[in-house]
């Protein structure tokens, strides 16, 4: 059976779409069509079932697969090695959200990119978790991080690090917070404040709400900026409050700039995780890749 047949034919499994796998191979829809419906002839039974969008893959398909796909990606493992020696630099294009992606890291691996004797060079890019998801699923990135798990067999997700909420204000306005804590309890004394977010939606605030006080804000955003590192820079301005990430605010918090409003029993978490393409943890740059950003993290927790 033809090597080739069988690399496209995981590739489709893995990606659920034809044209999908096609950008993933370099090649063009009607040829990895083509090497599908000879991979079907060869074997005498149907592999994919065709719908509206995608395939999915008949019971035969799914068999395939799981016997082929480990056996293909050790090749490629072999490969790599043989052509991963100290002379031959590889790049690895990395995704993720710009606030996360900056402060941790990037500065992990750039000191793995420091190290000569890897030869690792770093391209980064920022987006969304739909948007950095997106982009790896479509061959643009080697990894991912994202706050959402993909669905299907195209990726996999390895959790990396959980990163706590806190909700803060600059010290102005925490006395005057203070003083309305004294007269209403929880959400109740929050009513109507100002707040600073990422989107109209409020999407942190909103999620600590939900955790910490089983309620919804009445507040509208005051100030809307889709970067965390420019809602802290207002947040310490006195703009209103915020809910941020603890990494990201922590030496503020310090230095007496902003002030924690709340410590509830349980703070609110949210969990990232470290996404690549099936199959490409066999390229030693990506797996070493992968597995130190995973190492740094237990430090970050």
């Given at each position: 059976m033809d090597l080739a047949l069988l690399r496209t034919f995981v590739?489709?499994?893995?990606?659920?779409?034809?044209?999908?796998?096609?950008?993933?191979?370099?090649?063009?829809?009607?040829?990895?069509?083509?090497?599908?419906?000879?991979?079907?002839?060869?074997?005498?039974?149907?592999?994919?079932?065709r719908q509206a969008r995608g395939v999915t893959p008949t019971s035969i398909g799914d068999e395939l697969a799981?016997?082929?796909?480990?056996?293909?990606?050790?090749?490629?493992?072999?490969?790599?090695?043989?052509?991963?020696?100290?002379s031959a630099a590889r790049t690895l294009h990395l995704a993720g959200?710009?606030?996360?992606?900056?402060?941790?890291?990037?500065?992990?691996?750039?000191?793995?990119?420091?190290?000569?004797?890897?030869?690792?060079?770093?391209?980064?890019?920022?987006?969304?978790?739909?948007?950095v998801l997106e982009g790896l699923a479509a061959g643009h990135h080697d990894m991912a991080i994202s706050t959402v798990r993909p669905r299907g067999t195209l990726l996999t997700a390895t959790p990396l690090?959980?990163?706590?909420?806190?909700?803060?204000?600059?010290?102005?306005?925490?006395?005057?917070i203070s003083a309305r804590q004294q007269q209403r309890k929880g959400a109740a004394a929050l009513e109507h404040l100002p707040v600073i977010e990422v989107h109209e939606s409020l999407p942190l605030v909103s999620r600590y709400w939900a955790s910490v006080f089983d309620a919804r804000p009445t507040a509208s955003g005051t100030v809307i900026v889709p970067d965390l590192r420019a809602v802290l820079a207002c947040a310490v301005a006195g703009a209103g409050?915020?809910?941020?990430?603890?990494?990201?605010?922590?030496?503020?918090?310090?230095?007496?700039?902003?002030?924690?409003?709340?410590?509830?029993?349980?703070?609110?978490?949210?969990?990232?995780?470290?996404?690549?393409?099936?199959?490409?943890?066999?390229?030693?740059?990506?797996?070493?890749?992968?597995?130190?950003?995973?190492?740094?993290?237990?430090?970050?927790?």
């Open positions: 590739t489709v499994h893995r990606a659920g779409s034809f044209t999908r796998a096609a950008a993933l191979l370099g090649l063009s829809q009607p040829a990895v069509t083509s090497q599908i419906r000879t991979l079907e002839r060869q074997l005498g039974r149907p592999l994919f079932l799981h016997k082929a796909a480990p056996h293909l990606d050790a090749l490629v493992e072999i490969t790599e090695t043989g052509l991963d020696d100290e959200p710009p606030e996360f992606t900056a402060a941790r890291a990037l500065p992990a691996l750039t000191e793995l990119a420091g190290d000569e004797g890897h030869s690792l060079s770093l391209r980064a890019s920022f987006g969304t978790a739909e948007e690090c959980d990163e706590e909420h806190v909700l803060v204000a600059a010290p102005n306005r925490a006395e005057l409050l915020a809910v941020l990430p603890r990494y990201l605010c922590a030496a503020d918090l310090a230095r007496g700039d902003l002030v924690e409003l709340h410590e509830p029993t349980v703070p609110p978490l949210r969990t990232y995780v470290l996404v690549v393409r099936s199959g490409t943890l066999a390229m030693p740059h990506i797996a070493r890749a992968h597995d130190w950003l995973l190492s740094a993290a237990a430090e970050w927790c």
